[in-house]
């Protein structure tokens, strides 16, 4: 198993901290959101604090950015890191791209598999001295030797993409490396929807499905006692409870046998109520989708959820106290063994 653990980008001076803790907690991988402050930067600072550590970005805003100073930066990533950065794009929602960024929103889907197309491109130019991409949305037929970084003695980054409905993830299998699947992806969402549909989606474009990662976030409450498990158990709640809200994603709680929970959710959330939004994620919900264990058996209710499902696990809430934090990176060198 390849486990991250997936962080908020920090003050840039803190970095170098997050990435050696990360690394000798006994992690795979860290993994850089992106909020008020980019994930690339963080990578970069973290490439050089923990040499060998591997860094993705899980994911960073596409649109707002040309495809080639994405790919630039994703191509310098791969190479301070030898070869262990992975690019994760997403494209937001149309109120962020558009009144936050200041960019194109129309047709999201299609121009962000015109996107992956188009920095992938950029790589093949890289090494070669010739840009020839021509698709919908992203026209790039120019480059010359001073303005390219050059070949480097590492394979090209994966691209990957955050996906939730069907057409993005059959779009995933034709065009990424991996999908970024969503932190309330419980393992039935994952069944039904993403395996097939990636699947479907790497068919048709002759590809071969299980050369697309699946990388899949977990939601954690883990302790030997009521006590020590009860903070994090409320942290879940809320942070299913936000994702929850979200009118696209209403279909996989329905799915998952606990329909009308976006529909409830969302009318605390316009009076304000956010403790009234948390309660509406009950102990039913956490069970299915989150993974509450001791600290000793949470490996192997990981393996037990997930290994059929995946190699590639993100641990969405193990930051934070750092004597947790070691412990959290005890579990994931188990299973990386």
Sequence with gaps: MHIDAMTIPEPLGQVADVARQTQSAGFSGLLFTETGRTAYLSAAVASQAAPG??????????FPRSP????????????????????????QVRRHVERRYGSAFDRPGPRLRDYVLAVKACFTAFRTGTLDHHGEFYELDFIT??????????????VDISAVNPWMLRMAGEVADGVHVHPIGEPGYITRHVLPRV????????????????????????????????????????????YGSTPN?????????????????REKQKA?????????????????????????GLAGALAGKYAAITDHLVFYNARGDRERFERYGEVARAMRR
Excluded: C
């Design 272 to 296: 304000g109520d956010f403790a009234g939004m948390a309660a509406q994620i009950t102990d039913e919900h956490i069970a299915v989708f989150a993974t509450e264990s001791s600290w000793d």
């Design 199 to 242: 699947a479907e989606g790497a068919v048709r474009a002759g590809r071969t499905p299980s050369d697309i990662v699946l990388i899949v976030p977990v939601m954690t409450i883990v302790g030997d006692n009521d006590e020590e498990r009860d903070t994090e158990r409320q942290a879940v709640r809320a942070s299913l409870a936000f």
């Design 53 to 62: 550590l591997a860094l993705s970005t899980g994911v960073a805003v596409a």
């Design 68 to 91: 080639f100073v994405t790919a630039t930066t994703a191509w310098e990533l791969q190479q301070a890191t030898e070869g262990k950065f992975r690019l994760g794009l997403g494209t």
């Design 145 to 158: 030797a001073q303005w390219s970084p050059g070949p480097i003695d590492a394979p090209d980054p994966k």
């Design 249 to 265: 994603y209403a279909f996989i709680w329905d799915e998952a046998g606990f329909e009308g929970t976006t529909a409830r959710i």
